[in-house]
């Protein structure tokens, strides 16, 4: 079992940053790979960043790509999302979520999921 909990969400202006953070605890939190996922009001839950158990390999969605950047510090058990240049159309609450499999941007894949953190963009 996986405990998994984000902070670092709040109110930025478009142009911005932000950076989340996920803890993680519990067997072996350390060796799953991790992504991050947005649900923006009325809309489904998308795929954001993964990065692997080590470290080594990371993905994005297009959206984000060159403005977000993922990246985890194994030995604070600690996942992290950079994002800058923010948006309007990133206003979302933000997972955080763990799955064995790597590479992978289906929600379905991932086992352990956070409650969320909210980040609001104003213009």
């Known amino acids: 079992q996986v405990q998994l909990v984000e902070s670092g969400g709040g109110l930025v202006q478009a142009g911005g940053s932000l950076r989340l953070s996920c803890a993680a605890s519990g067997r072996s939190a350390s060796g799953y790979a991790m992504g991050w996922f947005r649900q923006a009001s009325g809309k489904e839950r998308e795929f954001v960043a993964a990065?692997?158990?080590?470290?080594?390999?990371?993905d994005y969605a297009s959206s984000v790509k060159g403005r977000f950047t993922v990246s985890r510090d194994n030995a604070k058990n600690t996942v992290y999302l950079q994002m800058n240049s923010l948006k309007l159309e990133d206003m979302a609450v933000y997972y955080c979520?763990?799955?064995?499999?790597?590479?992978?941007?289906?929600?379905?894949?991932?086992?352990?999921w956070g409650q969320g953190t909210q980040v609001t963009v104003s213009s």
């Open positions: 990065i692997s158990w080590s470290g080594a390999n990371t």
């Open positions: 979520a763990a799955t064995w499999l790597t590479g992978r941007q289906s929600p379905l894949d991932y086992v352990y």
